[in-house]
């Protein structure tokens, strides 16, 4: 009777559970060695070094910001060397303004990027997670496998059927494996460029903080030394000052505002007739070379050309979107008379053209309302500012500093657009009706006028 050999159990072919079990090690085994170190780091409080590196960088430049006593000295040096000069006076006031709307225009561009990249973090951070949950459920797997392993599914020496089946696996799950892989290097890569952009951005971001606040304060100082370069004594500019709000209580309408102030204040009315009389000395200009040059002389007590003649070559007062246009409806069931625009918190606004101040201070629903003669039956009005920087009776220049905007919407018809934004409403008008400022603006190589 021939030997009983011990049965063998019966081969089974993988179940999917197996499969699947396999692929998810070599899954962990193929992306868990990248993935790990930076999963840990992106989990884990960020490494001694860079903190350190970080902490020294903000203590540096919270020494700049400061440490300003040299600074100041530097300033007060420069105000001594302009004192009593007007004309290089106008002209370091009107460069610093033009580097306060550029640094701005900067911190605008460097804001936005900084978002974005932000964004582009975080959408990659959830990934990631995502993917942190899958290799979690991998690792487990893996566990598992270790403690009750399956049939062999690889490779068996004396079995030729299985190692074929067996390669067939790895060569369906291998291509999958590898895009899985790939996709998860490509996002940690992607996560390593996105930490580093961001940190240049926030260095960026804080030393043009710095040159915007350097520039603010020369432009105070400045606007300072221009104010005591004034002919009009304090107590007459205080009493004119008092005047210009009792008609600003009496007064219905800008219109009557207007026409009240040019005609009972005295410093409005003297700058009313001077812009009458300077109008009709000027004629319009020849040519836009010649009107360029006029407008480029710092040291003019006059509008360069007149306001008509200016068309195309203004710059709007400040940097900025336009929320509402000239003509758009108004919310009401009429239509706006001026165009709004959303500035920056605490940006700086400029006079967009020569004039004589004939207004400022607040006046109904405007807030602080600024309206300046620009001749020829011309009226620019600046509302929703936070502070006033300039007098009545003064004479600015196109591109001046004139102004200061709030934190926030300052004009009772700021409700309706939607924005917490500060906003500054522009109006021209012309022998009291307001007209669409647009023709007048800068456009192409018009925008580099300054002053």
């Not at 993917?131 to 020496?157: D, H, Q, S, T």
């Not at 607040?362 to 001749?375: E, H, K, T």
């Amino acid at each position: 009777m021939p030997a009983h050999r011990t049965a063998s159990p019966p081969r089974r072919r993988p179940s999917r559970r197996a499969e699947a079990c396999a692929r998810l090690a070599v899954l962990a085994l193929l992306a868990g060695l990248s993935a790990a170190p930076v999963l840990a780091q992106d989990a884990a409080p960020a490494a001694p070094e860079a903190t350190q590196e970080q902490k020294q960088r903000i203590e540096r430049l919270d020494a700049e910001l400061k440490d300003s006593t040299a600074a100041q000295k530097r300033l007060a040096a420069e105000m001594a060397a302009l004192e009593g000069d007007r004309a290089k006076l106008n002209e370091a006031l009107l460069d610093t303004a033009i580097r306060v709307r550029e640094t701005e225009a900067k911190l605008d561009v460097s804001e936005q990027r900084l978002l974005l990249l932000n964004r582009e973090a975080a959408d990659i951070r959830e990934s990631l997670d995502a993917r942190r949950a899958v290799l979690a459920e991998v690792l487990g797997g893996l566990v598992r496998l270790g403690r009750r392993p399956p049939p062999a599914l690889m490779v068996r020496p004396d079995d030729a059927l299985q190692s074929i089946r067996s390669a067939m696996m790895l060569g369906a799950v291998l291509p999958e494996l590898k895009a899985e892989t790939d996709l998860l290097a490509s996002e940690l890569a992607a996560q390593e460029r996105v930490r580093q952009d961001s940190a240049r951005e926030r260095d960026a971001l804080a030393e043009l903080k710095r040159s915007l606040a350097d520039e603010r304060a020369r432009t105070a100082a400045l606007i300072e030394e221009k104010k005591n370069s004034l002919q009009q004594g304090e107590a007459a500019l205080t009493e004119e000052k008092t005047r210009a709000a009792a008609l600003a209580a009496e007064a219905g309408n800008v219109r009557e505002l207007m026409e009240r102030m040019e005609t009972e204040v005295s410093a409005t009315r003297k700058a009313a007739q001077d812009a009458a009389q300077i109008e009709a000395q000027q004629g319009a200009g020849s040519g836009q070379a010649d009107r360029l040059a006029a407008l480029q002389n710092p040291g003019r007590l006059s509008p360069g050309v007149p306001f008509e003649g200016a068309k195309g070559l203004l710059k709007l007062p400040v940097g900025g979107a336009v929320l509402k246009p000239f003509g758009a409806e108004d919310g009401y069931g009429g239509q706006e008379k001026g165009m709004s625009m959303g500035t920056r918190i605490e940006a700086q606004v400029a006079s967009p053209s020569d004039g004589w101040v004939v207004y400022a201070g607040p006046f109904r629903s405007y807030g602080q309302l600024l309206i300046i003669n620009a001749g020829g039956g011309y009226h620019i009005l600046l509302a929703g500012m936070d502070k006033i920087t300039v007098e009545l009776g003064q004479f600015v220049l196109s591109g001046e500093p004139v102004g200061v905007m709030g934190r926030g919407p300052q004009l009772v018809s700021s409700a309706g657009l939607g924005t917490a934004q500060p906003i500054l409403y522009v109006e021209f008008r012309k022998d009291g009706n307001s007209i669409d400022p647009t023709p007048w603006w800068a456009t192409s190589e018009s925008e580099k006028v300054r002053g």
